[in-house]
C-alpha cells in the first residue's frame, strides 16, 4: 500500500516560470489537502478538496490553483513562481474527521 | 479567527527527562489530533482525542483534551532520542459547511543524550 505519493520530491524553478505539483493517494480518501511548510510557520493550508471535482481554498491560497479531477489524484498549480513560493509542500488526505495520511513532501526553491 | 497556539515553540531536554506541549484553542473543538514530524520527514498521525477530559496513552506517550474542549497537552515520559522532532495537534474547523483541521505551529522537541 503505497499511501500517499507525491512528485516530484525536489524542483528548483526561476521566478515566473510555472508548474504542477502531483499528489496521488491510493486508500480511497474522500478528503484532499495541500499544505506549505515553512520554518516557524507550521502547516499551512493552500487548498483542499472534500470530494472529486470539488476544491476549497485554505489559509494561505494566493498564487496558487489545483484540481481535483479523479477522486485518487490532487494537483497543486504555480502559474508564475516567485521567490516567496519556496516552501516544502506536503499533500495530505482522510476520511471524513480521521487522522491525515501525508506524502513525504516536496522541496521547491524559487529563484 | 480559527486558531490554535502551541507553546513552548521549542524544547531542549536531557534524555531521560520529561516533556510537555501544550496546544489551545479560540474556540471548543469537537475533537483534537496529535501528529509527530522527524527532521527532514513528514507529519505522522499519532492519535486523535474526541471526548472532554480524556487521556489516552501510548507507552511513554500521554494524551489529554481539557474538560472545556479547548486545550490538550502531550507529556512525554523519560525522553529518548528518538523522541526527537515537531509536534503538531490540530483542531477541526468548519468553513462554508466544510470540514478541515487547521495546524498549530508546533513544538520542536531536543533530547540531548
Known amino acids: 500500500n503505497a499511501g500517499v505519493t507525491q512528485t516530484p520530491k525536489f524542483r528548483v524553478l526561476k521566478t515566473g516560470q510555472s508548474m504542477t505539483l502531483l499528489c496521488a493517494q491510493d486508500m480511497n480518501h474522500e478528503y484532499m489537502y495541500w499544505y506549505r511548510q515553512d520554518p516557524g510557520m507550521g502547516l499551512r493550508l493552500i487548498h483542499y478538496s472534500v470530494g472529486e471535482g470539488t476544491t476549497a481554498k485554505g489559509e494561505v491560497p494566493d498564487g496558487y490553483n489545483v484540481s481535483r479531477l479523479k477522486k485518487q489524484n490532487f494537483l497543486l498549480g504555480l502559474e508564475s513562481a516567485a521567490p516567496s513560493q519556496t516552501s516544502v509542500y506536503f499533500c495530505?488526505?482522510?476520511?471524513?474527521?480521521?487522522?491525515?495520511?501525508f506524502g513525504s513532501g516536496t522541496r521547491l526553491t524559487v529563484v | 479567527g480559527q486558531q490554535v497556539m502551541q507553546i513552548p515553540q521549542y524544547q531542549h531536554v536531557q534524555e531521560g527527562e520529561d516533556f510537555t506541549t501544550y496546544c489551545n484553542s479560540s474556540?471548543?473543538?469537537?475533537?483534537i489530533q496529535w501528529y509527530k514530524q522527524r527532521p527532514g520527514g513528514h507529519p505522522v498521525f499519532l492519535i486523535q482525542?474526541?471526548?472532554?477530559?480524556e487521556v489516552k496513552k501510548q507507552k511513554r506517550l500521554t494524551f489529554q483534551f481539557g474538560e472545556a474542549k479547548k486545550n490538550s497537552s502531550l507529556h512525554i515520559t523519560a525522553t529518548q532520542t528518538t523522541d526527537v522532532g515537531t509536534y503538531f495537534c490540530a483542531g477541526p474547523f468548519t468553513t462554508s459547511g466544510t470540514y478541515k483541521y487547521i495546524f498549530g505551529t508546533g513544538t520542536r522537541l531536543k533530547v540531548l543524550a
Open positions: 474556540t471548543t473543538l469537537s475533537n
Open positions: 495530505a488526505s482522510s476520511k471524513r474527521g480521521a487522522g491525515y495520511t
Open positions: 482525542l474526541v471526548k472532554s477530559g
